[in-house]
T-cell receptor, first 113, second 115 residues
């Protein structure tokens, strides 16, 4: 299972775009990249998932370069409510891995007014 | 559509006791996974149940055990509690289809404190 490396913390201000980069040098051909968001004392919440190039939904965008050794979660115009821990996960079929999601320490994003 | 629910919300036990945590999966989901999250750390996978059978286990001792019921709800049992078992216990449900990674939907968690 590919190991991921993210910054431990980031600061931003309301209205700014925030980009969180995750490094996964050992990503395998079948691996997908998934991001979760977690608020204190709550369960993680799925944000976005992708395999290559760019994926966008109503919450965020995910940019994956051609070599797939890194990925960038982009949060447009953050607000105070985006203050949370963001986890980057890499893995293939979760079912074939026995259901295991491997979380790192995540990136603690702090949005200031 | 009802999301994942867990009970109780908080629990205080003493060392050596046993505890049972409960989880109701999201409607339509047949798979439940359990995670332990210590303060300041990411969630750690304990095990997963798929159609009432254990379908994968993380690096946790046998005193962590589980069950899944025909309605796909689940229990996590921990025997001989230790101080290090103090953590947020998360349940996640999902419905695997095909080979692409499927989304796991997490409940709010149960905060266990062992004194």
């Amino acid at each position: 299972l590919a190991k991921t490396t993210q910054p431990i913390s980031m600061d931003s201000y309301e209205g700014q775009e925030v980009n969180i980069t995750c490094s996964h040098n050992n990503i395998a051909t079948n691996d997908y990249i998934t991001w979760y968001q977690q608020f204190p004392s709550q369960g993680p919440r799925f944000i976005i998932q992708g395999y290559k190039t760019k994926v966008t939904n109503e919450v965020a965008s995910l940019f994956i370069p051609a070599d797939r050794k890194s990925s960038t979660l982009s949060l447009p115009r953050v607000s105070l409510s985006d203050t949370a821990v963001y986890y980057c996960l890499v893995g293939a079929s979760i079912y074939n891995q026995g259901g295991k999601l491997i979380f790192g320490q995540g990136t603690e994003l702090s949005v200031k007014p | 559509e009802t999301g994942v629910t867990q009970s109780p919300t908080h629990l205080i036990k003493t060392r050596g006791q046993q505890v049972t945590l409960r989880c109701s999966s999201q409607s339509g989901h047949n798979t439940v996974s359990w995670y332990q999250q210590a303060l300041g750390q990411g969630p750690q996978f304990i095990f997963q149940y798929y159609r009432e059978e254990e379908n994968g286990r993380g690096n946790f001792p046998p005193r962590f055990s589980g069950l899944q019921f025909p309605n796909y709800s689940s229990e996590l049992n921990v025997n001989a509690l230790e101080l290090d078992d103090s953590a947020l216990y998360l349940c996640a449900s999902s419905s695997p289809t095909g080979f692409r990674p499927y989304t796991q939907y997490f409940g709010p968690g149960t905060r266990l404190t062992v004194l």
